[in-house]
């Protein structure tokens, strides 16, 4: 079964909108981190953003905010006034046995899933 | 250097050749990670190194490919007598593992784009 699935494999969105990436999970470990991504053309991943499963509020990076829905296993990114240059490939990654509260240290190799491209419409 | 750095950029190879992609973690990172990106996919886990060791090999696809690493710095990937299935990017990524809460984000290089023909 994939453990990260990523359904869209195509986005558009107008300049200065928002949108919403979408990201599904399945793990059957407590503690966990989620991750985004962004590989512009030049072929480099980007850190965006980082959502602990025990963190109580969902993380948000300047634009780039995580609707975490722990129940739902989902951890969607949403980007708020798209610009030009945020037209890459998105991928969400899972961390499992991610132990940052557990004041050990966290390891873990990353899943990540098939990717969301992006396209920023002028 | 204030990223990850990876050599060659890009690697054409021919059937059966040996090939060594080189990773300059972050300075000061622990631990280092190796993925292979095939074209149009996502990343897959080849290698874990904390330190000098590497305690996961999981994702290593066959006894062709090895890897290592010296001095808690640089990493070289070894694929040996290479097969076109072998063409991908091969991506680096190293952090800073550390105690309590730490998110241990993984910083990326830019990859090598090995083309085995």
């Known amino acids: 079964a994939q453990k990260i699935t990523q359904t869209q494999p195509g986005m558009f969105v107008q300049e200065k909108e928002a949108v919403t990436l979408d990201c599904t999970y399945d793990?059957?470990?407590?503690?966990?981190?989620l991750f985004w991504y962004k590989q512009p053309s030049s072929g480099e991943m980007i850190f965006l953003i980082y959502?602990?499963?025990?963190?109580?509020q969902n993380a948000t990076e300047g634009r780039y905010s995580l609707n975490f829905q722990k129940a739902r296993k989902s951890a969607n990114l949403v980007i708020s006034a798209s610009q030009l240059g945020d037209s890459a490939m998105y991928f969400c990654?899972?961390?499992?046995?991610?132990?940052?509260?557990?004041?050990?240290?966290?390891?873990?190799?990353?899943?990540f899933g098939q990717g969301t491209i992006l396209t920023v419409h002028p | 250097g204030a990223g990850v750095s990876q050599s060659p950029s890009n690697k054409v190879t021919e059937k059966g050749k040996d090939v060594e992609l080189r990773c300059d973690p972050i300075?000061?990172?622990?631990?280092l990670y190796w993925y292979r990106q095939r074209l149009g996919q996502g990343l897959e886990f080849l290698i874990y190194f904390q330190g000098n060791s590497a305690p996961d090999k999981s994702g290593l696809p066959s006894d062709r490919f090895s890897a290592e690493r010296t001095g808690e710095s640089v990493s070289t990937l070894t694929i040996q007598r290479t097969q076109q299935e072998d063409s991908a990017v091969y991506l680096c990524a190293s952090s800073l593992e550390g105690t309590g809460r730490t998110k241990n984000i993984q910083y990326f290089g830019a990859g090598t784009r090995l083309s085995v023909l």
């Open positions: 300075s000061g990172h622990t631990a």
């Open positions: 959502q602990g499963s025990y963190d109580e």
């Open positions: 793990t059957s470990d407590q503690s966990y981190g």
């Open positions: 990654a899972m961390r499992e046995r991610d132990r940052p509260y557990a004041g050990g240290t966290s390891y873990g190799k990353l899943t």
